[in-house]
């Protein structure tokens, strides 16, 4: 999902848009010759995520600075936990620093809430997943974040699936088009390996929709007597997600309710910062 090109071409852009003209406070204040050692350390409990970002954004300012992870992504830590240690230049080092801290904060605080919900739904075959309301041109370091911390990934974007909403379903039955049979038309449209999913918003039109042998339905905003009474009429025939109303006060009954998957806006979109100091003693 992250690959280095793309690490780097965000990061980089980040490192420039943060010091176009360069570091003045550091060029500034600290001695050409001066090197520091560094620690990133945990001011809070949490889960990791965002190694590589991190290593990226010291590296990319300079080569020499040496990145050593004391924890890989997905694990867990507690609060004063060394969680790297980084050794350079000290301008450099300073230069860095903000960049560093705000990826590896912000993929580690989603990978800390995505692992809070999936604690949430352990002993149901519920998964939870992500949404594409992520933060524009970050969404693969967001969804990484979301993996690390134990969820799973929807569609990547809107060329990897078709996902039928209510406003899809009204324009496709214009003129008292028949739903089934439109929607069995589209299956039979698409290309080998994209999945079909329509959302429904009420019991009534689940039959209609699972007539026309769509992989994914995706019960919206259903109360958890309906998300029940939907499982049954679903029968096992394709993969059920729920979505709408979901906080980890509610997904863990959302998720007795036997739906496959629990879509969660809020991983990306409401997640916040981890707390995460890097803390620079200089030679």
Known sequence: MLTTELINKVVGAALLEDAPNGDVTSEHLIPADATAVAELAAREPGTFSGAQVF???????????????????????????????????????????????????????????????????????????????????????????????????????????????DNHLAVLTRGGKDLTTELRRVRGELPAGIKLEVEVDRLEQIPAVLAAGVDIIMLDNFNVEDLKKGVELINGKCVVEASGGVNLDTVGEIAKTGVDVISVGALTHSARALDLGLDIKID
Do not use: C, W
């Open 55 to 165: 290593i990226a954004a010291f590296q990319l300012t300079n080569p020499s600075i040496k990145v050593e992870m004391k924890i890989n992504d997905g694990e867990k830590f507690e609060k004063g936990q060394q969680l790297a240690v980084i050794t350079g230049p000290a301008r450099a080092v300073l230069t860095a620093e903000r960049i560093g801290l705000n990826f590896v904060q912000r993929m580690s605080g989603i990978a800390t809430l995505t692992a809070q919900y999936v604690a949430k739904v352990a002993g149901t075959k519920a998964a939870i997943l992500d949404t594409r309301k992520t933060t524009p041109n970050l969404r693969a370091f967001e969804r990484q974040a979301v993996f690390d911390g134990g969820g799973r990934n929807h569609r990547f974007s809107l060329s990897d699936q078709v996902m039928a909403k």
